[in-house]
């Protein structure tokens, strides 16, 4: 099992940048890692990953040139940077964990953490 924790959220103005970081506990060299946003009223939104000893990492096209995927093992901790910042970037963002690198479908992540809120104003 793994246990994860989100943090680095809250309000940045439109164009900037923040950091989130999921701080992972358990067996983390078992899971890829993933972080999967959720804007009010819509559905779950797979964002990127990476795989278990952070080698290998993919992020999808919504986001691609904007956003980053790293993994600290020695820290057991990952991290999704975003630049330029959009209004519709505004959402919970989620990380998860599976055993499988990767799964795309938000549904098939076993753990999840509580969530950071990420608001960006215009």
């Known amino acids: 099992q793994v246990q994860l924790v989100e943090s680095g959220g809250g309000l940045v103005q439109a164009g900037g940048s923040l950091r989130l970081s999921c701080a992972a506990s358990?067996?983390?060299?078992?899971?890829?890692i993933a972080w999967i946003r959720q804007a009010p009223g819509k559905e779950y939104e797979f964002l990127a990953v990476a795989s278990q000893s952070g080698g290998n990492t993919y992020i999808a096209p919504s986001v691609k040139g904007r956003f980053t995927i790293s993994r600290d093992n020695a820290k057991n901790t990952v991290y999704l940077q975003m630049n330029s910042l959009k209004p519709d970037d505004t959402a919970v963002y989620y990380c998860?964990?599976?055993?499988?690198?990767?799964?795309?479908?938000?549904?098939?992540?076993?753990?999840w953490g509580q969530g950071t809120q990420v608001t960006v104003s215009s």
């Open positions: 998860a964990a599976d055993t499988m690198y990767f799964y795309s479908n938000p549904g098939e992540y076993d753990y």
């Open positions: 358990g067996s983390t060299n078992n899971y890829a």
